[in-house]
Protein backbone atom coordinates (compact mmCIF):
# COMPACT_ATOMS: atom_id res chain seq x y z
CA UNK A 1 0.00 0.00 0.00
CA UNK A 2 1.09 3.30 -1.13
CA UNK A 3 0.24 5.95 1.70
CA UNK A 4 1.67 8.90 -0.16
CA UNK A 5 -1.71 8.40 -1.91
CA UNK A 6 -3.94 7.31 -0.02
CA UNK A 7 -4.77 7.17 4.00
CA UNK A 8 -4.36 3.89 6.26
CA UNK A 9 -7.90 2.43 7.08
CA UNK A 10 -9.56 4.41 9.62
CA UNK A 11 -8.63 3.34 13.71
CA UNK A 12 -11.97 2.29 14.41
CA UNK A 13 -11.59 -0.59 11.52
CA UNK A 14 -11.90 -3.78 13.50
CA UNK A 15 -11.86 -6.08 10.72
CA UNK A 16 -8.66 -7.25 11.11
CA UNK A 17 -8.88 -9.89 14.48
CA UNK A 18 -11.91 -7.97 15.67
CA UNK A 19 -9.31 -4.91 17.16
CA UNK A 20 -9.33 -1.49 16.82
CA UNK A 21 -6.60 0.20 15.42
CA UNK A 22 -4.89 -2.95 13.80
CA UNK A 23 -6.24 -2.86 10.12
CA UNK A 24 -4.62 0.74 10.17
CA UNK A 25 -1.43 -0.49 11.43
CA UNK A 26 -1.65 -3.49 9.33
CA UNK A 27 -1.80 -1.20 6.29
CA UNK A 28 1.16 1.09 7.63
CA UNK A 29 3.34 -2.38 8.11
CA UNK A 30 3.04 -2.76 4.57
CA UNK A 31 3.22 0.61 3.25
CA UNK A 32 6.96 0.85 5.53
CA UNK A 33 7.70 -2.61 4.38
CA UNK A 34 7.77 -1.08 0.83
CA UNK A 35 9.34 2.43 1.66
CA UNK A 36 5.84 4.32 1.28
CA UNK A 37 4.99 5.45 4.95
CA UNK A 38 4.23 9.09 3.75
CA UNK A 39 3.68 11.21 6.70
CA UNK A 40 2.23 8.45 9.10
CA UNK A 41 4.28 6.62 11.27
CA UNK A 42 4.54 2.76 12.19
CA UNK A 43 5.67 0.65 15.34
CA UNK A 44 7.26 1.94 18.13
CA UNK A 45 7.16 5.73 16.37
CA UNK A 46 2.96 5.77 16.67
CA UNK A 47 1.25 5.72 20.17
CA UNK A 48 -1.64 3.50 18.98
CA UNK A 49 0.78 1.15 17.36
CA UNK A 50 2.35 1.04 20.41
CA UNK A 51 -1.12 -0.07 22.41
CA UNK A 52 -1.89 -2.32 19.95
CA UNK A 53 1.43 -3.92 19.73
CA UNK A 54 1.09 -4.42 23.46
CA UNK A 55 -2.26 -5.57 23.43
CA UNK A 56 -1.23 -8.57 21.21
CA UNK A 57 2.28 -9.18 22.28
CA UNK A 58 4.25 -8.84 18.97
CA UNK A 59 6.75 -6.58 18.46
CA UNK A 60 6.88 -3.83 15.55
CA UNK A 61 9.44 -5.71 13.26
CA UNK A 62 7.87 -9.27 13.56
CA UNK A 63 4.17 -7.67 13.00
CA UNK A 64 5.79 -5.94 9.77
CA UNK A 65 7.17 -9.30 8.79
CA UNK A 66 3.53 -11.31 9.52
CA UNK A 67 1.67 -8.47 6.92
CA UNK A 68 3.97 -9.03 4.12
CA UNK A 69 3.75 -12.30 4.41
CA UNK A 70 0.11 -12.46 5.42
CA UNK A 71 -4.02 -11.15 3.76
CA UNK A 72 -5.68 -9.79 6.26
CA UNK A 73 -7.54 -13.23 6.54
CA UNK A 74 -4.17 -14.99 7.70
CA UNK A 75 -3.16 -12.25 9.81
CA UNK A 76 -6.01 -11.85 11.40
CA UNK A 77 -5.98 -15.97 12.27
CA UNK A 78 -1.95 -15.47 13.55
CA UNK A 79 -3.33 -12.77 15.87
CA UNK A 80 -6.06 -14.48 17.01
CA UNK A 81 -3.99 -17.19 17.70
CA UNK A 82 -1.50 -14.71 20.06
CA UNK A 83 -4.38 -13.47 21.78
CA UNK A 84 -5.96 -16.70 23.00
CA UNK A 85 -8.14 -15.70 25.83
CA UNK A 86 -8.05 -12.04 25.52
CA UNK A 87 -11.27 -11.93 24.32
CA UNK A 88 -12.89 -9.59 27.46
CA UNK A 89 -9.28 -7.39 27.08
CA UNK A 90 -9.88 -7.00 23.72
CA UNK A 91 -13.06 -5.79 24.29
CA UNK A 92 -12.50 -3.41 26.55
CA UNK A 93 -9.20 -2.23 24.56
CA UNK A 94 -11.74 -1.74 20.95
CA UNK A 95 -14.03 0.46 23.85
CA UNK A 96 -11.97 2.69 25.39
CA UNK A 97 -9.80 3.51 22.06
CA UNK A 98 -13.23 4.38 19.75
CA UNK A 99 -14.54 6.61 22.87
CA UNK A 100 -11.40 8.49 24.22
CA UNK A 101 -11.37 11.61 23.82
CA UNK A 102 -8.12 14.18 23.58
CA UNK A 103 -6.67 14.92 26.86
CA UNK A 104 -3.66 16.61 26.59
CA UNK A 105 -2.96 19.83 24.83
CA UNK A 106 -1.30 18.48 21.77
CA UNK A 107 -4.05 16.31 20.60
CA UNK A 108 -6.94 18.66 21.90
CA UNK A 109 -5.22 21.16 19.24
CA UNK A 110 -5.20 18.55 16.88
CA UNK A 111 -8.97 18.30 16.95
CA UNK A 112 -9.62 22.00 17.07
CA UNK A 113 -6.99 22.64 13.85
CA UNK A 114 -8.62 19.46 11.77
CA UNK A 115 -12.16 20.76 12.49
CA UNK A 116 -11.21 24.42 11.56
CA UNK A 117 -9.59 23.28 8.45
CA UNK A 118 -11.73 20.39 7.09
CA UNK A 119 -15.47 20.46 8.90
CA UNK A 120 -15.86 23.64 10.82
CA UNK A 121 -19.69 23.33 10.73
CA UNK A 122 -19.57 19.60 12.60
CA UNK A 123 -19.92 19.91 15.89
CA UNK A 124 -19.69 16.07 16.35
CA UNK A 125 -16.80 14.88 16.22
CA UNK A 126 -15.10 14.41 19.40
CA UNK A 127 -13.25 12.07 19.86
CA UNK A 128 -9.37 11.04 18.86
CA UNK A 129 -10.54 8.43 16.57
CA UNK A 130 -13.07 10.93 15.36
CA UNK A 131 -9.90 13.10 14.87
CA UNK A 132 -7.52 10.75 13.29
CA UNK A 133 -10.20 10.57 10.70
CA UNK A 134 -11.19 13.57 9.73
CA UNK A 135 -7.46 14.14 9.24
CA UNK A 136 -7.29 11.44 6.91
CA UNK A 137 -10.18 11.87 5.20
CA UNK A 138 -9.31 15.75 5.07
CA UNK A 139 -5.73 15.13 3.45
CA UNK A 140 -6.57 12.37 0.95
CA UNK A 141 -10.55 13.33 -0.30
CA UNK A 142 -9.40 15.37 -3.34
CA UNK A 143 -8.33 14.51 -6.96
CA UNK A 144 -6.79 16.63 -9.54
CA UNK A 145 -6.92 15.15 -12.86
CA UNK A 146 -5.55 18.41 -14.14
CA UNK A 147 -2.44 17.95 -13.02
CA UNK A 148 -1.66 14.09 -13.25
CA UNK A 149 -3.65 11.21 -14.75
CA UNK A 150 -6.39 8.51 -12.26
CA UNK A 151 -4.97 5.40 -12.32
CA UNK A 152 -4.11 2.57 -14.75
CA UNK A 153 -7.41 0.48 -15.67
CA UNK A 154 -5.60 -2.15 -15.00
CA UNK A 155 -5.26 -1.54 -11.42
CA UNK A 156 -7.16 -4.02 -9.32
CA UNK A 157 -7.18 -2.31 -5.93
CA UNK A 158 -10.44 -1.72 -5.62
CA UNK A 159 -13.10 -4.78 -4.87
CA UNK A 160 -10.37 -6.61 -7.44
CA UNK A 161 -12.47 -5.50 -10.41
CA UNK A 162 -10.39 -3.40 -13.06
CA UNK A 163 -11.65 -0.25 -13.53
CA UNK A 164 -13.29 0.65 -10.17
CA UNK A 165 -9.65 2.51 -8.31
CA UNK A 166 -9.94 4.68 -12.05
CA UNK A 167 -13.21 5.70 -11.58
CA UNK A 168 -12.49 6.19 -7.74
CA UNK A 169 -10.09 8.84 -8.79
CA UNK A 170 -12.39 10.79 -11.18
CA UNK A 171 -15.66 10.42 -9.14
CA UNK A 172 -13.23 12.41 -6.06
CA UNK A 173 -11.66 14.66 -8.90
CA UNK A 174 -15.49 15.28 -10.24
CA UNK A 175 -16.47 16.32 -6.62
CA UNK A 176 -13.73 18.69 -6.42
CA UNK A 177 -14.47 20.45 -9.85
CA UNK A 178 -11.28 18.54 -11.05
CA UNK A 179 -12.08 16.25 -13.38
CA UNK A 180 -10.40 18.02 -16.39
CA UNK A 181 -10.77 16.24 -19.74
CA UNK A 182 -11.66 12.96 -18.20
CA UNK A 183 -15.66 11.68 -18.19
CA UNK A 184 -17.21 9.95 -15.07
CA UNK A 185 -19.89 8.15 -14.78
CA UNK A 186 -22.62 7.01 -17.50
CA UNK A 187 -20.51 9.94 -19.55
CA UNK A 188 -17.43 7.05 -19.32
CA UNK A 189 -17.94 3.61 -21.35
CA UNK A 190 -15.98 2.12 -19.04
CA UNK A 191 -17.47 3.43 -16.38
CA UNK A 192 -20.50 2.89 -17.79
CA UNK A 193 -20.10 -0.77 -17.81
CA UNK A 194 -18.71 -0.97 -14.03
CA UNK A 195 -21.92 0.44 -12.70
CA UNK A 196 -23.61 -1.77 -15.01
CA UNK A 197 -21.44 -4.63 -13.69
CA UNK A 198 -22.14 -3.78 -9.94
CA UNK A 199 -25.80 -2.63 -10.09
CA UNK A 200 -24.57 0.61 -8.45
CA UNK A 201 -25.02 4.55 -9.51
CA UNK A 202 -22.50 6.75 -10.32
CA UNK A 203 -23.75 9.00 -7.55
CA UNK A 204 -24.02 6.98 -5.21
CA UNK A 205 -21.02 5.62 -6.03
CA UNK A 206 -19.20 9.53 -5.99
CA UNK A 207 -20.30 9.50 -2.53
CA UNK A 208 -18.77 6.42 -1.38
CA UNK A 209 -15.26 6.99 -2.75
CA UNK A 210 -15.31 10.77 -1.64
CA UNK A 211 -16.34 9.45 1.95
CA UNK A 212 -13.65 6.45 1.68
CA UNK A 213 -10.63 7.63 0.43
CA UNK A 214 -8.38 3.95 1.89
CA UNK A 215 -9.04 1.24 -0.92
CA UNK A 216 -9.59 -1.37 1.69
CA UNK A 217 -12.80 0.83 2.98
CA UNK A 218 -13.95 1.65 -0.19
CA UNK A 219 -13.76 -2.01 -1.29
CA UNK A 220 -15.55 -3.13 1.97
CA UNK A 221 -18.16 -0.75 0.95
CA UNK A 222 -18.49 -2.11 -2.58
CA UNK A 223 -18.80 -5.84 -1.30
CA UNK A 224 -22.07 -4.60 0.87
CA UNK A 225 -23.82 -2.89 -1.76
CA UNK A 226 -22.65 -5.47 -4.43
CA UNK A 227 -22.91 -9.37 -4.78
CA UNK A 228 -20.88 -10.03 -7.10
CA UNK A 229 -18.70 -13.30 -6.69
CA UNK A 230 -15.04 -13.99 -7.50
CA UNK A 231 -16.30 -16.03 -10.49
CA UNK A 232 -18.16 -13.10 -12.14
CA UNK A 233 -15.82 -10.57 -11.47
CA UNK A 234 -13.20 -12.70 -13.63
CA UNK A 235 -14.89 -12.64 -16.27
CA UNK A 236 -15.84 -9.11 -16.22
CA UNK A 237 -11.69 -8.28 -15.76
CA UNK A 238 -11.25 -10.68 -18.77
CA UNK A 239 -13.76 -9.25 -21.10
CA UNK A 240 -12.56 -5.81 -20.07
CA UNK A 241 -9.05 -6.20 -20.42
CA UNK A 242 -9.52 -7.51 -23.69
CA UNK A 243 -11.41 -4.83 -25.01
CA UNK A 244 -10.82 -3.51 -28.40
CA UNK A 245 -9.34 -6.80 -29.48
CA UNK A 246 -12.71 -8.29 -31.09
CA UNK A 247 -15.52 -7.30 -33.00
CA UNK A 248 -17.41 -3.86 -33.10
CA UNK A 249 -14.55 -2.63 -30.69
CA UNK A 250 -11.45 -3.69 -32.77
CA UNK A 251 -12.73 -1.18 -35.12
CA UNK A 252 -13.88 1.51 -32.46
CA UNK A 253 -10.13 1.07 -31.12
CA UNK A 254 -8.47 2.28 -35.02
CA UNK A 255 -10.40 4.50 -34.94
CA UNK A 256 -9.89 6.08 -32.06
CA UNK A 257 -6.13 5.39 -32.21
CA UNK A 258 -5.73 6.78 -35.71
CA UNK A 259 -6.79 9.75 -34.04
CA UNK A 260 -4.80 10.27 -31.18
CA UNK A 261 -1.69 8.16 -31.31
CA UNK A 262 -1.71 6.77 -35.47
CA UNK A 263 2.20 5.61 -34.88
CA UNK A 264 1.38 3.08 -32.37
CA UNK A 265 -0.12 -0.11 -34.26
CA UNK A 266 1.33 -1.81 -31.34
CA UNK A 267 -1.70 -0.79 -28.95
CA UNK A 268 -4.23 -3.38 -28.70
CA UNK A 269 -6.62 -2.70 -26.33
CA UNK A 270 -8.47 0.10 -25.21
CA UNK A 271 -7.13 -0.03 -21.83
CA UNK A 272 -3.46 0.19 -23.29
CA UNK A 273 -4.46 3.25 -25.24
CA UNK A 274 -5.78 4.58 -21.86
CA UNK A 275 -2.47 4.05 -19.96
CA UNK A 276 -0.92 5.61 -23.21
CA UNK A 277 -2.84 8.61 -23.70
CA UNK A 278 -2.48 9.24 -20.01
CA UNK A 279 1.17 9.26 -20.35
CA UNK A 280 1.26 11.16 -23.00
CA UNK A 281 -1.07 13.85 -21.74
CA UNK A 282 1.11 14.63 -18.49
CA UNK A 283 3.98 14.29 -20.40
CA UNK A 284 4.83 10.73 -18.17
CA UNK A 285 7.11 8.34 -17.65
CA UNK A 286 4.83 6.30 -15.42
CA UNK A 287 6.33 3.24 -14.55
CA UNK A 288 3.70 1.44 -12.57
CA UNK A 289 1.76 0.93 -16.04
CA UNK A 290 5.28 -0.52 -17.72
CA UNK A 291 8.82 -0.99 -17.14
CA UNK A 292 11.66 1.31 -18.05
CA UNK A 293 13.63 0.31 -21.24
CA UNK A 294 16.22 -2.81 -20.92
CA UNK A 295 18.93 -3.13 -18.87
CA UNK A 296 20.47 -4.11 -21.85
CA UNK A 297 19.64 -1.01 -23.63
CA UNK A 298 22.74 1.00 -24.51
CA UNK A 299 21.20 3.18 -27.10
CA UNK A 300 21.77 6.10 -25.11
CA UNK A 301 25.35 7.55 -24.99
CA UNK A 302 26.77 3.80 -25.36
CA UNK A 303 26.24 2.77 -21.47
CA UNK A 304 24.13 -0.32 -20.45
CA UNK A 305 21.76 0.92 -18.08
CA UNK A 306 21.69 4.26 -18.59
CA UNK A 307 18.25 4.40 -20.90
CA UNK A 308 16.49 3.08 -17.75
CA UNK A 309 18.12 4.92 -15.64
CA UNK A 310 16.67 8.11 -17.36
CA UNK A 311 13.26 6.45 -17.52
CA UNK A 312 13.42 6.11 -13.48
CA UNK A 313 14.45 9.64 -12.73
CA UNK A 314 11.58 11.13 -15.65
CA UNK A 315 9.53 8.97 -13.72
CA UNK A 316 10.55 9.99 -9.98
CA UNK A 317 10.14 13.43 -10.75
CA UNK A 318 6.45 12.36 -12.36
CA UNK A 319 5.90 10.92 -8.73
CA UNK A 320 5.27 7.87 -11.02
CA UNK A 321 8.50 5.49 -10.81
CA UNK A 322 5.84 2.43 -9.24
CA UNK A 323 8.00 -0.36 -7.34
CA UNK A 324 10.98 0.61 -8.77
CA UNK A 325 14.30 1.73 -7.04
CA UNK A 326 16.60 4.32 -8.52
CA UNK A 327 19.35 6.25 -8.08
CA UNK A 328 21.22 5.15 -4.93
CA UNK A 329 18.73 2.64 -3.88
CA UNK A 330 19.56 0.82 -7.37
CA UNK A 331 22.69 -1.28 -7.79
CA UNK A 332 22.69 -0.47 -11.51
CA UNK A 333 21.95 2.66 -10.80
CA UNK A 334 25.01 3.29 -8.46
CA UNK A 335 26.85 1.51 -10.93
CA UNK A 336 26.26 3.87 -13.90
CA UNK A 337 26.88 6.82 -11.70
CA UNK A 338 29.96 6.45 -10.62
CA UNK A 339 31.17 5.00 -14.32
CA UNK A 340 30.01 8.55 -15.09
CA UNK A 341 31.50 10.50 -11.66
CA UNK A 342 28.21 11.77 -11.02
CA UNK A 343 25.79 11.99 -8.12
CA UNK A 344 22.19 10.82 -7.50
CA UNK A 345 21.69 14.59 -7.04
CA UNK A 346 23.63 15.67 -10.42
CA UNK A 347 21.74 13.67 -12.70
CA UNK A 348 18.80 13.85 -11.24
CA UNK A 349 18.92 18.01 -12.22
CA UNK A 350 20.33 17.10 -15.46
CA UNK A 351 17.11 15.08 -16.15
CA UNK A 352 14.89 17.85 -14.92
CA UNK A 353 16.70 20.57 -16.46
CA UNK A 354 16.54 18.65 -19.93
CA UNK A 355 12.96 18.85 -22.50
CA UNK A 356 14.56 15.58 -24.40
CA UNK A 357 17.17 13.22 -24.60
CA UNK A 358 18.85 14.94 -26.78
CA UNK A 359 19.18 18.04 -24.25
CA UNK A 360 19.87 15.61 -21.70
CA UNK A 361 22.59 14.07 -23.75
CA UNK A 362 24.30 17.55 -24.27
CA UNK A 363 24.22 18.31 -20.76
CA UNK A 364 25.91 14.69 -20.17
CA UNK A 365 28.33 15.45 -23.51
CA UNK A 366 31.33 15.92 -20.64
CA UNK A 367 30.89 12.63 -18.54
CA UNK A 368 30.22 10.72 -21.49
CA UNK A 369 33.00 12.36 -23.86
CA UNK A 370 35.74 11.44 -21.02
CA UNK A 371 34.81 7.22 -21.29
CA UNK A 372 36.62 5.98 -24.61
CA UNK A 373 34.83 3.51 -26.30
CA UNK A 374 36.52 0.42 -24.88
CA UNK A 375 35.96 1.65 -21.39
CA UNK A 376 32.13 1.81 -22.38
CA UNK A 377 32.30 -1.93 -23.83
CA UNK A 378 34.20 -3.15 -20.25
CA UNK A 379 31.70 -1.37 -18.53
CA UNK A 380 28.64 -3.02 -20.15
CA UNK A 381 30.24 -6.27 -19.73
CA UNK A 382 31.00 -5.92 -16.38
CA UNK A 383 27.28 -4.68 -15.64
CA UNK A 384 25.34 -7.52 -17.87
CA UNK A 385 27.16 -10.46 -16.78
CA UNK A 386 27.17 -9.51 -12.77
CA UNK A 387 25.49 -12.00 -10.64
CA UNK A 388 25.33 -12.80 -7.03
CA UNK A 389 28.53 -13.32 -5.47
CA UNK A 390 27.35 -14.61 -2.09
CA UNK A 391 24.81 -17.14 -0.18
CA UNK A 392 22.62 -14.40 0.83
CA UNK A 393 22.23 -12.97 -2.75
CA UNK A 394 22.00 -16.00 -4.26
CA UNK A 395 19.27 -16.96 -2.14
CA UNK A 396 17.88 -13.88 -3.09
CA UNK A 397 18.10 -14.86 -6.53
CA UNK A 398 16.92 -18.35 -6.49
CA UNK A 399 13.55 -17.29 -4.42
CA UNK A 400 13.25 -14.61 -7.15
CA UNK A 401 13.30 -16.77 -10.17
CA UNK A 402 11.01 -19.48 -8.17
CA UNK A 403 8.61 -16.19 -7.61
CA UNK A 404 8.58 -15.09 -11.38
CA UNK A 405 9.09 -18.23 -13.48
CA UNK A 406 10.66 -21.45 -12.10
CA UNK A 407 11.19 -23.04 -15.25
CA UNK A 408 14.08 -20.20 -15.84
CA UNK A 409 16.65 -21.74 -13.47
CA UNK A 410 19.23 -21.28 -16.52
CA UNK A 411 19.35 -17.45 -15.45
CA UNK A 412 22.63 -16.64 -14.32
CA UNK A 413 23.19 -12.28 -13.64
CA UNK A 414 21.02 -9.50 -12.02
CA UNK A 415 20.35 -7.90 -15.67
CA UNK A 416 18.87 -11.26 -17.06
CA UNK A 417 16.50 -11.30 -13.51
CA UNK A 418 15.75 -7.40 -13.93
CA UNK A 419 14.52 -8.35 -17.59
CA UNK A 420 12.48 -11.30 -16.11
CA UNK A 421 10.82 -9.22 -13.23
CA UNK A 422 10.06 -6.74 -15.88
CA UNK A 423 8.04 -8.82 -17.98
CA UNK A 424 6.76 -11.44 -15.53
CA UNK A 425 5.12 -8.12 -13.60
CA UNK A 426 3.17 -6.21 -16.08
CA UNK A 427 2.52 -9.44 -17.67
CA UNK A 428 0.82 -10.53 -14.43
CA UNK A 429 -0.57 -6.75 -13.76
CA UNK A 430 -2.47 -6.96 -17.42
CA UNK A 431 -4.07 -10.88 -16.50
CA UNK A 432 -4.84 -10.09 -12.78
CA UNK A 433 -2.42 -12.14 -10.51
Known sequence: MDLTKQPPRRPSNTIVAGIAGLARMTDKARASNNEKLGDFKYGDDSGLDREVLGLIGIDAKEFAIAAGDKTDDELSEWV???????????????????????????????????????????NDIKTVFASIELDDWGCFKDRDLTQSPPRSPYVRDVFSVVGVARMADKARASMGGKLGEYQFGENSGLDKRILDFTGIDADHFREAAYTHPNDCELSEWLGGNCKKNAQEISIFNAHEVNYGRYGMALEQLKIRRTEIHPDRADIETFFDLMDLDDETCFGLTDLSRHAPRSVYDETVGGVAGLARMIDKYRALHGCSLGDYWVGEDSGFDRSILEFLDLSSSEFSQAVERSDNEDALLNSLDNCLGRKSAVEKTEFNNKLLTLGPDNDQQLTFFCEAIRNLDPKRRELRSWAALTTLDDQISFARLKVGT
Do not use: C, Y
Request: no cysteine; charged share 35%; glycine share 4%.
Open 80 to 122: ISKVSGKKEAISQFNQEEITREPQDDLHVGLLKERLAKFAPDR
